[in-house]
């Protein structure tokens, strides 16, 4: 499955501006001319409309399986501060389950930011310096519902979207898709991994394809 665009709440997007493009990401125009926020990441358009002030996600970025390091590196060397593992030393963390190893920031809305290295997707082997066009693009949007056997059941029947092979999911949490993109469904009020917040429901707008299908999921 893959997120071609993701469409979420901001309280200020100004400030989202300041810190996107500081990483290097290029501003295009918002959808509708409004006062948002967007820009492209690899395959995703991401936008960020003005909203709720306490509108906080959960959201990934997929890299290379070979260049979270260097993600980690291009973080911290433009002044992001990057969360440390609550799980061990250092600051990369293992999903041997996944087969992945992420690092996990805050932007300045507050949203809970992760970039993942997935085994199961091609190794960039001898790449350009890492930059903001080393991500590849979303991977992964939290998504709160009322509940989550009721949703899951609904995005399965109504676009296909599988439950994802490398997760036992539970009605505390399920992940539906694949290594390329995944929606994570959980229920209000469940604190996110490396986060210090807990899950709370904001509109949520997206388009994506799955298996040649297009996808569109509008969540108020």
Same mark, same amino acid.
């Given at each position: 499955?893959?997120?071609?665009?993701?469409?979420?709440?901001?309280?200020?997007?100004?400030?989202?501006?300041?810190?996107?493009?500081?990483l290097g990401f290029k501003e295009i125009e918002a959808p509708g001319g409004t006062d948002g926020f967007s820009f492209n990441i690899g395959y995703t358009r991401l936008n960020f409309a003005p909203?709720?002030?306490?509108?906080?996600?959960?959201?990934?970025?997929?890299?290379?399986?070979?260049?979270? #390091? *260097?993600?980690? $590196?291009?973080?911290?060397?433009? %002044?992001?501060?990057? /969360?440390?593992?609550? +799980?061990?030393?250092?600051?990369?963390?293992?999903?041997?389950?996944?087969?992945?190893?992420?690092?996990?920031?805050?932007?300045?809305?507050?949203?809970?930011?992760?970039?993942?290295?997935?085994?199961?997707?091609?190794?960039?082997?001898?790449?350009?310096?890492?930059?903001?066009?080393?991500?590849?693009?979303?991977?992964?949007?939290?998504?709160?519902?009322?509940?989550?056997?009721?949703?899951?059941?609904?995005?399965?029947?109504?676009?296909?979207?599988?439950?994802?092979?490398?997760?036992?999911?539970? #009605? *505390?949490?399920? $992940?539906?898709?694949?290594?390329? %993109?995944?929606?994570? /469904?959980?229920?209000? +009020?469940?604190?996110?991994?490396?986060?210090?917040?807990?899950?709370?429901?904001?509109?949520?707008?997206?388009?994506?394809?799955?298996?040649?299908?297009?996808?569109?999921?509008?969540?108020?």
């Amino acid at each position: 499955m893959r997120i071609t665009e993701l469409t979420l709440s901001a309280p200020d997007p100004s400030d989202l501006r300041k810190f996107y493009t500081r990483l290097g990401f290029k501003e295009i125009e918002a959808p509708g001319g409004t006062d948002g926020f967007s820009f492209n990441i690899g395959y995703t358009r991401l936008n960020f409309a003005p909203g709720d002030r306490d509108a906080r996600y959960h959201f990934a970025f997929n890299v290379q399986p070979d260049r979270i #390091e *260097d993600a980690l $590196a291009w973080l911290e060397q433009n %002044g992001v501060e990057v /969360l440390e593992n609550r +799980g061990g030393k250092g600051k990369l963390v293992d999903f041997p389950n996944w087969k992945a190893r992420s690092v996990y920031f805050y932007d300045t809305a507050g949203n809970i930011v992760e970039i993942i290295a997935r085994a199961a997707l091609p190794r960039a082997g001898n790449a350009p310096k890492f930059s903001s066009a080393s991500l590849l693009g979303v991977s992964e949007i939290g998504i709160v519902c009322d509940n989550v056997s009721s949703m899951k059941q609904w995005i399965s029947s109504t676009h296909g979207i599988g439950d994802f092979a490398r997760q036992e999911n539970t #009605e *505390d949490f399920t $992940a539906m898709g694949d290594d390329e %993109g995944l929606l994570l /469904l959980v229920p209000a +009020g469940r604190r996110w991994f490396m986060g210090n917040f807990d899950s709370a429901r904001f509109p949520i707008a997206l388009t994506g394809q799955n298996g040649g299908k297009e996808i569109r999921l509008i969540l108020p």
